[in-house]
């Protein structure tokens, strides 16, 4: 434990020393870290005979068929003995009996290869009942700590980070040049890197050039391997496994429970976003420090550029092997994808790949949330209410959705422009993009054709009066 808070100490006045005064970084708070240690080690009753139809999953623990009375008299009043027992009441089910707090507590055992009593599952008996007991252990004595962990969380007091950062970066650009700084540099760029993502968001928050929409950190259960610490509460995360949750995208630590009153301002790391194509379109954005997805304006570019009196643009495919090709180079190489005319002549390969886009988003331009709104305002008959309706739902939009769907409804109305040599009037647009860019939440055919002519006339009329809408 001090060797651990040692080294992330050092990483702290490492950063800091320069300019300890302007600031006060986090304490990781130790106290849960303390209880988890002195939590009661787990001891195995063997059972001294052969024990017929004992489960092969189950080692010389399992005692076999016999009553609560026998299993408490076994165990011996030891803390943290158990053993496994098959029910009297029950034959098949099985029964862990632990000894804690000076009781016998019994829990129902299941097995589907692996191990569990509850929501966490285990790779063998010995390592769920460690993970009990730390569990049991920290929250009898610490149950009231507990409760009030997110009361006073260290993660909306680090403004520092960003000074922290700045100063960092500009000690190190001075330094690049002094060779008699050279190992103090290299020191302080290790350091840099392993700024915790709480840090990395302080950072990232107050950057200017940063596209500031609002997104929701995507959580996700995580075992973590040595000591971890809550970046919220500033506690630590107890028990063996699946101590907490860690956001996919961004890297973020915290307990379950803090995970509920972390802001939506999660800022995703391009370390972790590994395709373009697929990925969330706010989460995409956030990653690259765009407005939009670069697809998005690389694709349009390209269109603009070579392919607007185009006959028949959007509305006839490109060669299914030569879009892929496409979506691979972007996922690959990100903005520095080739698409031009040397690489791929036929522009219906690079509106292909746009529309592959929009149809790949798992949350689509036209999001499943406002998707009946839209539908519904498209059955309105008089057209001024209904325009006016149109932009209403516009406004409900998440930022990054809208934003990208306004610069795609300006191309789309050039593209009407050149209406005599493509042949491509917002009504036909209407009809290839109202499908791509809205899907019913319903997994319903039905419901798909019935709104298919709603879907187009939405994107008719966002072409037609996109210099009112946005």
């Known amino acids: 434990m001090v060797k651990w808070l040692s080294s992330r100490c050092f990483l702290t006045a490492l950063l800091v020393s320069a300019d300890a005064e302007e600031y006060q970084p986090p304490i990781w708070k130790s106290y849960l870290y303390q209880l988890q240690q002195e939590a009661p080690r787990p001891k195995r009753i063997i059972c001294p005979g052969e024990v017929e139809n004992r489960p092969k999953y189950y080692g010389r623990e399992f005692h076999g068929i016999i009553s609560r009375e026998q299993a408490d008299e076994l165990l011996g009043g030891v803390e943290g003995a158990y053993i496994l027992r098959e029910s009297q009441r029950q034959p098949g089910c099985y029964t862990l009996a632990l000894r804690f707090g000076n009781q016998t507590l019994n829990y129902r055992l299941f097995y589907d290869g692996k191990h569990f009593v509850g929501e966490k599952r285990f790779e063998s008996i010995h390592d769920l009942v460690t993970d009990g007991l730390i569990t049991l252990y920290i929250e009898t004595k610490a149950s009231e700590y507990i409760s009030k962990m997110t009361t006073n969380p260290i993660y909306e007091h680090i403004g520092y980070a960003t000074l922290l950062r700045e100063k960092v970066s500009r000690r190190l650009s001075r330094s690049k040049n002094e060779s008699r700084k050279t190992s103090v540099a290299n020191e302080e760029h290790t350091a840099v890197e392993k700024i915790s993502s709480l840090v990395r968001r302080a950072a990232l928050t107050h950057n200017d050039n940063h596209f500031n929409y609002e997104k929701t950190h995507n959580f996700k259960v995580h075992t973590f391997r040595g000591p971890h610490w809550c970046e919220y509460c500033a506690n630590f995360m107890w028990g063996l496994i699946a101590q907490g949750v860690r956001c996919s995208d961004c890297g973020l630590n915290v ?9 939506n301002d999660c800022q995703p790391d391009l370390k972790r976003i ?7 379109l706010t989460t995409l954005v956030k990653a690259h420090n765009t407005q939009r997805p670069m697809v998005v304006d690389i694709c349009i570019r390209e269109i603009e550029a070579r392919g607007l009196k185009s006959e028949g643009l959007y509305r006839v495919s490109g060669f299914t092997e030569h879009i892929e090709d496409v979506k691979m180079a972007f996922d690959r190489d990100g903005e520095k994808a080739d698409i031009s005319a040397n690489i791929y002549p036929d522009i219906n390969i690079i509106t292909g790949a746009l529309k592959l886009y929009f149809r790949d988003l798992p949350i689509p331009v036209i999001t499943y949330d406002t998707y009946p709104k839209f539908i519904e305002a498209a059955k309105i008959s008089n057209a001024d209410e209904r325009l006016e309706a149109v932009h209403e739902v516009l406004m409900l939009l998440p930022p990054a959705h809208y934003e990208t769907l306004r610069y795609l409804m300006i191309h789309l109305k050039k593209v009407t422009l050149n209406e005599k040599d493509n042949f491509m009037n917002a009504e036909n647009l209407g009809i290839v993009f109202g499908p791509t860019l809205m899907r019913s939440p319903e997994d319903s055919t039905l419901t798909t054709l ?11 009329i966002l072409i037609e009066n996109e210099d009112v809408l946005f």
Do not use: A, G, N
């Open 255 to 263: 307990h379950k429970q803090c995970s509920k009153h972390v802001p």
């Open 274 to 280: 590994k395709k373009v194509y697929c990925c969330d």
């Open 450 to 460: 019935q709104d298919m002519r709603y879907q187009k006339l939405i994107v008719q």
